[in-house]
């Protein structure tokens, strides 16, 4: 098995990369830098866990003050998926 990465898998590591710096490479509600996700602010029409990594991070580059990176916990959080008196 080769570890080489294609050109399109080498394309979006980077526009991650980018994505992450562009928003502090850090959860915007704590210090955690892994792992991270893009929540959505506001509505873009992307949705759901199937939708795979290049249509996220396409829809996180068009619609930047769409969506915060933040860490599992405060992304559960925001969501609602997960009580506001729990502590991390």
Known sequence: MSNHKTPAQRYLDNLQSRLYTHFGGHCRDCDVMFPLEFAHLE?????????????????VQR??????????????????????????
């Open 43 to 59: 509505p873009t029409g992307l949705r759901g866990p199937g939708r795979g990594r290049k249509a996220r991070l396409l829809d």
């Open 63 to 88: 619609n930047l003050n769409s969506y915060a990176l933040m860490c599992r916990f405060h992304h559960d959080l925001f969501d609602g998926r997960q009580p506001a008196e729990v502590k991390q």
